[in-house]
Structure formats: structure tokens, C-alpha cells
């Protein structure tokens, strides 16, 4: 008689945590810096446009209009550059660059020089660094966590940014009270010189840059370019993924591009409580990066993708319906749901992107996905602009609340509505061709 096989004792292990991966914690460290830091700048910009300068609402507009212009005109280029590149002196550079960018604008206010065009200009080099530096950025991770371990480390990435965005504003409102807004952006660009200190201090040796796949000399950069381009618009899901995001996008900043001067000027709120709004607001962000994981796995990877598209969409409505007096829960809500809805999306459709796209696509990819997505930002801010100074602040914000209605239409319509679990990774030698979802 043949004795009973003996079930295997030892569970295959999964992946390590990346709270013991040291490199990691050198990258989340650079991000927790250099997030808070910013939170500073994105509170205080505005208002020095607004409080200082007395800029109109399109002039206001137009700030997230030039920072968002290199999207469109860099972006790809500067994938194809980052695939033939290391990815970690871009990023260091990229953070230099940034921090001697924003400390221009208090040093120009002792001068009693600082103008509109000036914060136009630093916008301009601040957006075009980050083209830079995100790519770079997005592309870095794979290369120091294993493909099992992207979720868990965007999720702690984006776990920081929610902290961030928690605690930011309410230091940041109080810094602008005491400090006065120029010279609080002076944290801001203390905290790039930090992240980039750490980022210089990973160890973990880049992989080497990858030759074309048929071993001979590189295509031009516009040949890569267009590799890029067909790698996404060739698959059904990142094609959907990028038109859903970039029309939440625009609509977000039809509706966003003067929210600050729509809670100064026509809701009263002083700069303390515009930090309260978006701490407390904040917290929702938090809730959604420690969550992304389980909802996927409770519901399927597509049907979180597509609800929290959509509930995201929903919440601004909340903003538009704000009665100026007891404006500030209305303004909690809706920043609290957008805020939980855009981190599940985000978590779970950029490791999906991660998951499918091959080592050396990893720059063009996430190239290709920005410029679709984050080249519509400026033509929202623009729209934002003409909209509010012709119809009105509340007006516009409605328009823009209406329009994030549509975003979803995309996803629901595609493959990714199948989607349950995170594919397999593609390698690179497979086709260089869309990948299956």
C-alpha cells in the first residue's frame, strides 16, 4: 500500500516587504520630502498671484496652464531620452534644477521685483524638469523593486503623497500667515535639494541601458517616439486607460484652474482655512492608498478602475453646490471623495501599466501616457480661465463638474471592464508589440 503523500509544509514565500528594501526607503524618503515641500508651493504660488500681485482669475488661470505646457511639448521626446539614459541623474537634476527655480521668486519679492511673468517663467522650468523627472521617475521604480512588489510600492509612494497632501496644506496655510507666501516657498525648494541628497544615495545599480532588440545601433529618437505611441494607442485597455484619464483631467481643470480664487474671493475663506479645507480633505487620499489593494482584489482590478473614475468625477459636484455661508464642509466632501477616488485609480492603473509594459518601454510608455493625459491640463486651465472671467467662478466649476461625468464612458467600453487580476508581466523578449490584457 502506498502511503499517502505528505502535503508540502512550506508555503511558496512572497515577496519580501519593501519596509526592509534599503534603496526603496531611500526613494520613498526623497518622495515624503520633496511632497511635503511642495505642498507648501502649491498653496502659496497661487495666493502670491492672488493676494500679492492681485492677478485676475484667467491670469491665476494661466499658472496651471504654463506648468503644464511642457507636457504637451516635451513629453515624448523625453521618454525616448530616458530609455537611453540612467534614470537616477535625471532625476537628480531634476530636483537642483526645481529648488534653485522656486527660490528665483522670493529673492525677486526682497528685490521688489517679482511679477506674473516671473511665477509664468518658474512654472515653465518647474514643468519642464518634472517631464523629466517623472518619467524618470515611474521608469526607476521596476528597476529597483521586483514586478511582484510595484503595487505595494506605488501604494506606499501614493501613501506618502496623501500624507502629504493631509498634513501640507494645514502647515502650509500657517507658514503663509507668518511667513508671508513668497518666502514660504523657500521650504519648498529646500525640500528638492533633500530629495535629491537622497535619491543619490540608492546603491542599487541602474540595469544597463538596453540596446535595440535586433542588436544593432539605435533607432533615431523619432522612431521611438512612434514605437511609443503604437505600444499604447496599439492596446485596447492603456487606449481607454489614457482617454479616461486625460477627459477627468480636463474637466478637473475646467473646474480647478481658479478654485483658489473661488474660495477667496466668493466663499471668504482666509488662508488658514483654505490649509484646514485640504488637510482634512486629505484625508480621503490616505484612505485610498491603504485600501487600493483590497478593493481590487474584493472587486477585480477593472471594476475599481472604473468606479473610482467615476465617483471622482461625482465629488466635484459637491464644490459647485458649496453655499457661502458653511462652505467648508461642503468643500471637506467633495475633496475627501475625489481625493480617495484619483489614489485607487491611480495605484491600480499605473501598476497595470507597470505589470504589462516591457523593461525597455517603461520610459515611452509612461512618456506616451503622460503627454495624453497630462497634455490636457493645460488646455482646461486655459478654458477654466475664459470660462470664469465670462460666466463666472461658480459657473465654471459646474461646467467642469458636468463634463467629469464623461471620463468613464472610456474604461466601461473597453477590456478593462474584464480585468479581475494584474496580468503577467511581458519581458523584453517578447514582440515589441501591444501587449494583451
Known amino acids: 500500500m502506498t502511503p499517502a503523500a505528505t502535503p508540502p509544509t512550506d508555503a511558496a514565500p512572497g515577496p519580501p516587504s519593501l519596509l526592509r528594501h534599503a534603496d526603496f526607503l531611500r526613494l520613498w524618503a526623497a518622495e515624503t520630502i520633496s511632497q511635503f515641500g511642495s505642498q507648501v508651493s502649491f498653496l502659496a504660488v497661487p495666493l502670491v498671484a492672488v493676494l500679492v500681485l492681485e492677478a485676475s482669475p484667467f491670469e ?21 531620452w530616458v ?28 528685490a521688489d521685483g517679482l511679477t506674473i511673468w516671473q511665477l509664468y517663467v518658474v512654472g515653465f522650468v518647474n514643468g519642464t524638469l518634472t517631464v523629466f523627472f517623472d518619467v524618470a521617475y515611474q521608469s526607476y521604480l521596476p528597476s529597483i523593486v521586483e514586478r ?3 503595487v505595494e510600492g506605488n501604494s506606499k509612494l501614493q501613501t506618502t503623497v496623501s500624507l502629504a497632501q493631509i498634513a501640507g496644506p494645514g502647515i502650509a496655510g500657517v507658514l503663509v500667515s507668518l511667513l508671508k507666501a513668497p518666502f514660504a516657498i523657500v521650504l519648498d525648494s529646500l525640500s528638492f535639494v533633500a530629495s535629491a541628497v537622497f535619491v543619490f544615495a540608492i546603491r542599487r545599480p541602474e540595469p544597463p541601458v538596453a540596446p535595440a532588440l535586433d542588436g544593432g545601433p539605435r533607432p533615431s529618437i523619432g522612431s521611438e517616439v512612434r514605437e511609443g505611441l503604437r505600444f499604447v494607442l496599439g492596446n485596447r485597455s492603456l487606449r481607454a486607460i489614457a482617454a479616461g484619464t486625460g477627459t ?10 481658479t478654485y483658489i480664487v473661488f474660495i477667496v474671493r466668493v466663499l471668504g475663506l482666509t488662508p488658514e482655512a483654505i490649509g484646514l479645507v485640504f488637510a482634512v480633505g486629505n484625508v480621503g487620499p490616505l484612505v485610498g492608498a491603504l485600501l487600493a489593494n483590497r478593493i481590487a482584489a474584493f472587486i477585480g482590478l477593472g471594476p475599481t478602475i472604473i468606479a473610482s473614475l467615476f465617483l471622482g468625477g461625482v465629488s466635484v459636484l459637491g464644490i459647485a453646490l458649496a453655499p457661502v455661508e458653511g462652505a467648508i464642509p461642503w468643500l471637506v466632501a467633495a475633496g475627501a471623495l ?4 484619483g489614489m485607487v485609480y491611480n495605484i491600480n492603473q499605473v501598476s497595470y501599466r507597470q505589470a504589462i509594459c516591457p523593461p525597455r518601454m517603461q520610459g515611452r510608455m509612461n512618456a506616451t501616457m503622460r503627454f495624453i493625459v497630462w497634455g490636457t491640463i493645460p488646455l482646461g486651465s486655459v478654458l477654466g480661465g475664459l470660462l470664469a472671467q465670462s460666466l463666472g467662478l461658480r459657473e465654471t466649476i459646474w461646467i467642469g463638474a458636468v463634463v467629469g461625468l464623461v471620463p468613464v464612458i472610456f474604461p466601461l467600453l473597453s477590456p478593462v471592464r474584464r480585468l479581475r487580476t494584474m496580468p503577467a508581466p511581458v519581458e523584453d523578449e517578447a514582440p515589441a508589440a501591444p501587449a494583451a490584457t
Open 60 to 80: 491665476v488661470a494661466m499658472l496651471g496652464t504654463v506648468e503644464f505646457l511642457p507636457f504637451i511639448l516635451f513629453t515624448l521626446p523625453a521618454g525616448a
Open 83 to 110: 530609455d537611453r539614459l540612467r534614470r537616477r541623474p535625471i532625476m537628480i537634476v531634476g530636483d537642483l534644477g526645481r529648488s534653485i527655480s522656486l527660490a528665483s521668486i522670493p529673492l525677486a519679492f526682497l
Open 148 to 150: 511582484d512588489q510595484l
Open 248 to 257: 477627468a483631467n480636463l474637466a478637473g481643470n475646467i473646474a480647478f484652474a
Open 338 to 341: 475625489g481625493g480617495f477616488c
